[in-house]
């Protein structure tokens, strides 16, 4: 995976993309690097992750990452 400028904000098309992934580990990753970029386009997808998500610790990770966005959850 080449690397992404996240300040150009060039990774969070690829960090949305990963909120999908099968691995529950690299969904709460995506979450939680989403939430340090301030990625606000990714709210909705992280609110849905936070209340929805099989993974209780993508569920949590999703919460923290709406956290850091501003967001009460």
């Known amino acids: ?8 904000g060039d990774a969070h ?14 969904r709460a990753r995506a979450a939680i690097a ?3 970029c301030h990625a606000h386009a990714a709210r ?5 992750l936070a209340r929805d998500d099989r993974a ?3 569920r949590r ?3 923290t990452a ?3 966005l501003g967001h009460d959850s």
Request: net charge positive.
């Open 1 to 8: 995976m080449p690397v992404l400028d996240a300040a150009r």
């Open 13 to 26: 098309p690829a960090l949305q993309r990963a909120l999908v992934h099968p691995d529950r580990a690299v």
């Open 34 to 36: 989403l939430g340090r």
């Open 44 to 48: 909705d997808r992280l609110a849905e």
């Open 56 to 58: 209780p610790d993508v």
């Open 61 to 63: 990770a999703a919460a």
């Open 66 to 68: 709406l956290r850091f």
